[in-house]
């Protein structure tokens, strides 16, 4: 399971507080097949639960585009176009932050500010569970 510890080690890593609700999301339990089309959230499996999401502490520390912008990448767009990320310089009371496509060859252009895609991770949550659900219909 993933410690309270972790978090902060990842959160130092970004130097921004993650939002609450994925903090939540990232201890909850293990979690597989979290593509849900538009977005790919990142698993977090038994053996290794941050796997994911030390991987996107890499491309935060090595590029510098990413730390310019206060961009914490977090999850993979469905069409592999880019990272989402949150916004970290752009929070809200209530912890959360706008949610950020970035088009990774675009990127390499530090004037290039990406996407607004949701407001919250709250808010792209329930896009997706949004989208779920109207499978059943």
């Not at 994925?22 to 796997?51: H, K, N, W």
């Not at 030390?54 to 520390?61: A, E, H, P």
């Amino acid at each position: 399971p993933v410690t309270e510890s972790d978090l902060a080690s990842l959160e130092a890593a970004f130097g921004a507080s993650l939002p609450p609700l994925f903090r939540a999301y990232l201890t909850y339990q293990c979690l597989l097949m979290t593509d849900f089309g538009i977005v790919r959230l990142p698993e977090t499996p038994s053996d290794e639960p941050l796997e994911d999401m030390l991987g996107y502490t890499r491309v935060f520390t090595e590029e510098d585009y990413w730390r310019a912008h206060g961009y914490v990448p977090f999850a993979d767009d469905g069409n592999d176009g880019g990272p989402i990320c949150f916004d970290t310089k752009r929070p809200d009371a209530q912890g959360d932050y706008p949610i950020m496509f970035v088009d990774h060859e675009r990127a390499q252009k530090i004037d290039y500010v990406g996407e607004q895609w949701w407001n919250s991770f709250a808010e792209l949550l329930d896009v997706l569970e949004n989208d779920m659900l109207s499978y059943e219909e």
